[in-house]
């Protein structure tokens, strides 16, 4: 069956940085564009960033220029890298393979995501 782990979640400061990860088991992971996305209590879950196969990495306006999204192949791994992190950036964030047309669209059941806590 398919597995989606995400860990690395934690309370930090505003300005501060945490490194998500994800593994994940259970299909083609190799070939497939992979997501990362949070929900906000009492808000729908949105998109962040997504890598595919090959080619570049996308993020969605919000997060540009302050996260990183990476992928290990080799590990099975999707990787989030956030920095400069705000307190709207506070939600639990889950990863799942996407569509490469569609970046909304997680494939797979949704794992227990990480919490990620941004607060002085």
């Known amino acids: 069956q398919v597995q989606l782990v995400e860990s690395g979640g934690d309370l930090v400061q505003p300005g501060g940085s945490l490194r998500l990860s994800c593994a994940a088991s259970?299909?083609?992971?190799?070939?497939?564009?992979m997501a990362w996305y949070r929900q906000a209590p009492g808000k729908e879950r949105e998109w962040v960033a997504f890598?595919?196969?090959?080619?570049?990495?996308d993020y969605a306006d919000s997060v540009k220029g302050r996260f990183t999204i990476s992928r290990d192949n080799a590990k099975k791994t999707v990787n989030l890298q956030m920095n400069s992190l705000k307190p709207e950036d506070t939600a639990v964030y889950y990863c799942?393979?996407?569509?490469?047309?569609?970046?909304?669209?997680?494939?797979?059941?949704w794992g227990q995501g990480t919490q990620v806590t941004v607060s002085s």
């Open positions: 799942n393979m996407c569509l490469s047309a569609n970046r909304n669209s997680g494939q797979f059941p």
């Open positions: 259970g299909f083609s992971f190799s070939t497939n564009t």
């Open positions: 890598i595919p196969s090959t080619g570049n990495p």
